[in-house]
């Protein structure tokens, strides 16, 4: 398809390398890759069967989570099938507008989940700062508005990223992606021709840390109000309120906070890290997310042991 480092041609697809630098252990490594795969559905999916089943998580925090859930689902999907297939078939080869449209998903909805944290974050802060006027400011219908809103932020956004690939960058030195899956600035590198314009539209890091901004603005209000009350019980039920919501925050924001950091300054870690790392913050927070709301949800917890007992039982 392109005939030397030097010329330029139009590409039609491209070959993803898979964890280059380590393509003689692909076959090992499709076994944790595909058993954080399976506990990020399995977890997602109960979070969502329970929300919906246990009528007391009928709350705009759950609802929230469910949209989480969903993300995750998304996010997981939209590069674990394929990278598995190149582990386990050796299923290099993606068209271009498939290449163009799994940038999408995992850009747009990687956006969509940032705008959901700050929309949980607003929710904590109501609860705690608010907290007579929580049913009232966060009914379901401003839920499912600010859950909208995130969404249509994360399309018109990122939305244009793979259309200026597609319609800006026809031309490329090599069709092989030194990545796992098609991440924008992986395949804006390949290209001829002048990309300046790509490289500053694709900071969308920028929204990360702008949200992430909002989320520490709203977190500080919150501990003000905290530690304004009377008791030291109070004080602990009231952060306790927030326990799962900034455990999350943080599951989300440090790996990708690593991811770039090591992609920034480390120049001589080598490629097969990086591209590591760039999975492992599209796998963890699906993976911990429901963990987490397990673990410090008591509703989801007493729901999932009666599930495990009736199971036990109905042996």
């Known amino acids: 398809m392109l005939i030397s480092n030097n010329a330029c041609s139009v590409s039609t697809s491209f070959r993803l390398t898979g964890i280059l630098g380590l393509e003689s252990l692909h076959a090992w490594l499709s076994i944790p890759f595909g058993s954080m795969y399976l506990v ?23 609802f929230f989570l469910c949209m989480l859930a969903i993300i995750d689902l998304v996010l997981s999907t939209s590069t674990m099938p394929k990278l598995l297939a190149i582990f386990w078939f050796g299923a290099c080869n993606i068209g271009l507008d ?19 944290f700050l929309a949980m974050a607003f929710d904590r ?25 995130a969404l249509l932020r994360g399309i018109l956004y990122i939305g244009p990223l793979p259309l200026m690939i597609r319609l800006r960058l026809p031309l490329y030195r090599t069709h092989i992606i030194a990545h796992s899956y098609c991440e924008h600035m992986a395949v ?59 455990c999350a925050i ?3 924001y440090i790996p990708i906070a690593v991811s770039s950091l090591t992609h920034r300054f480390g120049h001589h870690v080598p490629a097969h890290i990086h591209i590591l790392l760039a999975n492992f913050y599209l796998l963890i927070p699906p993976i ?3 963990i987490v709301y397990a673990v410090r949800t008591k509703q989801i917890r007493e729901r999932l042991l009666h599930i495990l ?5 109905h042996r």
């Open 98 to 116: 498939a290449c163009l449209a799994q940038m999408f998903f995992i850009h747009c909805f990687a956006t969509v989940e940032s705008g959901i």
């Open 125 to 149: 802060y109501i609860a705690i700062c608010e907290p007579l006027h929580h049913s009232t400011v966060l009914t379901h219908e401003v839920v499912g508005y600010l859950g909208l809103a």
């Open 288 to 290: 911990l997310n429901p």
């Open 250 to 252: 943080l599951v989300f």
């Open 188 to 246: 804006v590198t390949l290209a001829c021709g002048d990309t300046t314009v790509n490289n500053f539209y694709g900071m969308g890091i920028g929204f990360l840390v702008l949200d992430s901004l909002a989320i520490a603005a709203s977190y500080v209000m919150i501990f003000r109000a905290v530690m304004g009350l009377a008791t030291f019980e109070a004080r602990f039920k009231a952060l306790g309120m927030c326990g799962s919501h900034i």
């Open 40 to 62: 990020a559905i399995v977890g997602n999916m109960t979070i969502l069967a329970v929300v919906r089943v246990e009528r007391s998580l009928h709350q705009p925090m759950y």
């Open 309 to 313: 007992k009736a199971g036990l039982h």
